[in-house]
């Protein structure tokens, strides 16, 4: 898809999504009636794929130029676009308050697959551009988090409080000895 925005001359974001329309819910193609369990796996391969990818494109001197900026806006930035991007899922899309908080959290995300394509094509200055792209990568693993989260919170809210807690606990426990795995393996 990313050859083909480009032959077209579209972001790829947008590519990807006409595809996955058009192979999904249009045509049939890929039917989504997965479980759960499928469905947790095909959502973290795509999360990691998107995070590796964007992670390949780093370059550390970039953040020091950049780096006051990007702290502004990831603090009011991603809480704006969830509640923001919650409310337009409820009240104009017409979802029900839980897949609406849960699509506000997938939203926030402005990663660099998505924002690189677009900022090649807006033809932005060398820092506006690196500022944005920077946004976006602190972003990512920040919003992957706040959709699982929110997603765990509300799959097990039926269960009473400490079932919440325990599983919400028990997520962002294995998430940060994986980290903290990944980051002591890698030095």
Request: aromatic share 8%; proline share 4%.
């Amino acid at each position: 898809s990313q050859w083909l925005a480009w032959r077209i001359r579209l972001p790829a974001i947008v590519v990807l999504i006409a595809s996955g329309l058009l192979l999904g819910p249009i045509s049939g193609i890929i039917e989504p009636g997965l479980s759960q369990a499928e469905l947790t796996e095909l959502i973290g391969l795509g999360v990691a794929i998107i995070l590796f990818e964007g992670g390949m494109d780093l370059q550390i001197g970039e953040i020091r130029r950049v780096g006051h900026g990007v702290g502004r806006l990831t603090i009011l930035g991603p809480p704006l676009a969830w509640v923001f991007g919650t409310l337009a899922a409820h009240f104009v899309a017409g979802l029900c308050w839980e897949v609406a908080w849960v699509l506000g959290a997938t939203l926030m995300v402005t990663g660099p697959t998505v924002i690189l394509p677009l900022l090649r094509q807006a033809g932005l200055n060398k820092e506006s551009a690196s500022l944005l792209k920077w946004e976006g990568i602190v972003n990512d693993p920040l919003g992957v988090l706040l959709a699982v989260l929110t997603f765990q919170y509300f799959t097990l809210a039926g269960g009473g409080w400490v079932q919440v807690f325990a599983g919400l606990g028990a997520a962002v426990g294995v998430a940060a000895l994986l980290g903290g795995l990944g980051g002591w393996l890698t030095g």
